[in-house]
């Protein structure tokens, strides 16, 4: 089982829909989580961080179940601008360990189109 | 406030050669990590450097080493490059272990 799993899409969609990212984790001892941006031929960019209490930033919310190692990314409203593709991220590292890598999804593809 | 930078931005290599590649961390961040993204895949983990020590490392093998500076800025260097090395590099700062990780806009790298 990979560490971090997505569906990679694409997800192709009308401007104004709403549309939502799953991905699966498979450590369970997994201590952070993120959502990054990547645009094409860019660098990742944090979207937001992922909070077991559910988090959301505008039109954007994620959740995160810890009992079915599960997070989620809730768009509403979809723009043009929102075509991208959007990385699940784990970090594992926990504090008096050694190690602080984030562990990536390979991405959701989403298209958003007038 | 600076963000991450990289350079170069593109490099053209040949099987064999050996490459440096340079990130500068933002400011005040003491943590850098070096990920290697090909094409259609997430950014797979190389190593991360806290305080100029190594401080963890991905499945990458020995001929990918690193460096941090007093400044915390970084290099990766590879040796004997390989086709499969061609990707792109990114480097990623952080203000605390563990903590939210912001990246510079990567190096592009082709093995030919």
């Known amino acids: 089982r990979k560490e971090v799993e997505q569906d990679p899409g694409p997800f192709n969609v009308p401007e104004g829909a709403t549309v939502a990212f799953n991905c699966t984790y498979s450590?369970?001892?997994?201590?952070?989580f993120f959502w990054y941006r990547q645009d094409c031929r860019k660098e990742p960019k944090l979207l937001m961080s992922?909070?077991?209490s559910g988090n959301e930033d505008g039109r954007f919310t994620a959740q995160l179940n810890r009992a079915s190692q599960y997070i989620s990314l809730l768009i509403r409203d979809s723009k043009l601008s929102d075509s991208a593709t959007y990385l699940c991220?784990?970090?594992?590292?926990?504090?008096?360990?050694?190690?602080?890598?984030?562990?990536f999804g390979k991405g959701t593809k989403l298209s958003v189109k007038p | 406030e600076t963000g991450v930078t990289q350079s170069p931005t593109h490099l053209i290599k040949t099987r064999g050669q050996q490459v440096t590649l340079r990130c500068s961390s933002q400011?005040?961040?003491?943590?850098v990590s070096w990920y290697q993204q090909a094409l259609g895949q997430g950014p797979q983990f190389i190593f991360q450097?806290?305080?100029?020590?190594?401080?963890g490392r991905g499945n990458f093998p020995p001929r990918f080493s690193g460096l941090q500076f007093p400044n915390y800025s970084s290099e990766l260097n590879v040796n004997a490059l390989e086709l499969d090395d061609s990707a792109l590099y990114l480097c990623?700062?952080?203000?605390?272990?563990?903590?939210?990780?912001?990246f510079g806009p990567g190096t592009r790298l082709t093995v030919l």
């Open positions: 990623a700062s952080s203000l605390v272990r563990g903590g939210e990780q912001f």
């Open positions: 450590n369970s001892a997994s201590q952070s």
């Open positions: 992922v909070y077991s």
């Open positions: 991220v784990v970090n594992n590292w926990n504090y008096g360990g050694s190690q602080g890598n984030l562990i």
């Open positions: 400011s005040g961040h003491n943590t």
């Open positions: 450097y806290y305080r100029e020590e190594e401080n």
